[in-house]
């Protein structure tokens, strides 16, 4: 189908792009919207048929939950069939952000977004444009990212056309997304916090809020899941991603023979230097600090794939909670899944 995108750099294009998606949200359309973290593909979380296209446009599993989006804290407690105190001390600290909380659900969210579950994540994204079209629509918006399932997420408008192929009508750009990769999840509903998904907060951030030491981080076999993003396999480029370290080029080289890379068509992404060898030409600079990290990651995994890449070799990033997003996704994304992308 065709597709339009709506620009928002001006406050009139701002307004009249709020007016066009609030008005195909009521109809029961899906609409590409930015967030901070990455784009979402939304729909209105009350209508289980409108969430139900979100599913079919994406090709996602039913079993995998969406993020129900909420323009203010009253919105938030709406979805829930109770609040605890520890949500009121995280929302407190870090919404609106990308921070997600699992709370027991209220009986106005449908099935269908919770996977059949009796929690419910819910966030407050900071991006002016969402929290405008939440507003004007009056109801919270079901929104996962905006691409098909398991492929690399979208942190601009570019990249849901490219990925979307035509699916949707309605595109609202935004920009490239200033977080870059998606929120932290927090399950609160026990006796102590447990992480979910790590995010771009860390875990030693929550526990500081929370005042209560986390739970750890429990396998999903079997389980019904409460967060998106907890399978093994998630956040795929279509080149075959690896994830390793090297101190030269020499060990470099050493790493390419080893894996049966071929140089055709392979492109690197480092964070500590560039190889200097010129055997490796197609070799990208990410940035060393996990935050702009975090920023660049998929606007550059997407970047080797449209230039063809066949293999994406990337860097392993270093040790600690503020890296722990990124390790997530990378490891998900890499050949065999959930392997560490840590450094060894």
Not at 227 to 252: F, K, N, Q, T
Request: glycine residues 8%.
């Amino acid at each position: 189908m065709p597709v339009e995108i709506l620009p928002i750099h001006t406050p009139a294009l701002f307004e009249a792009a709020v007016s066009r998606a609030c008005a195909a949200l009521k109809a029961g359309e899906v609409v590409a919207l930015p967030t901070e973290t990455v784009y979402g593909l939304a729909a209105n979380a009350y209508d289980a048929h409108a969430v139900a296209k979100i599913f079919e446009i994406k090709g996602r599993p039913a079993s995998n939950p969406l993020i129900v989006h909420v323009a203010d804290g009253n919105g938030a407690i709406q979805c829930a069939r109770e609040w605890p105190e520890i949500a009121t001390r995280l929302a407190a600290r870090f919404w609106p952000g990308p921070l997600t909380l699992v709370v027991p659900r209220s009986g106005r969210i449908p099935d269908i977004v919770t996977a059949g579950g009796d929690t419910v994540g819910v966030r407050w994204p900071f991006h002016p444009l969402m929290q405008a079209v939440i507003r004007a629509c009056g109801f919270p918006l079901a929104a996962p990212s905006a691409n098909l399932s398991n492929q690399l997420s979208p942190t601009s408008a570019a990249h849901v056309v490219s990925g979307l192929h035509g699916r949707i009508r309605l595109i609202v750009d935004g920009g490239d997304c200033n977080v870059g990769i998606e929120s932290t999840v927090v399950d609160v509903t026990g006796a102590a916090p447990r992480v979910l998904r790590p995010g771009i907060i860390g875990a030693d951030e929550i526990e500081s809020v929370a005042k209560v030491p986390l739970l750890e981080r429990s396998s999903v076999a079997g389980a019904v899941l409460r967060s998106p993003g907890m399978l093994e396999r998630h956040y795929c480029p279509r080149a075959r991603l690896i994830v390793r370290s090297w101190r030269d080029d020499a060990e470099l080289d050493r790493l390419v023979a080893a894996e049966s890379i071929s140089p055709e068509g392979l492109w690197i992404l480092a964070h500590r230097s560039l190889p200097m060898s010129g055997r490796y030409p197609n070799a990208i600079m990410i940035p060393s600090e996990p935050e702009a990290y975090a920023r660049a990651m998929y606007g550059e995994l997407h970047r080797c794939d449209e230039a063809g890449a066949r293999c994406i070799l990337v860097e392993a990033v270093p040790e600690g909670a503020a890296w722990d997003g990124i390790a997530d996704r990378l490891g998900r994304a890499a050949v065999g899944g959930s392997v560490s992308a840590r450094k060894t």
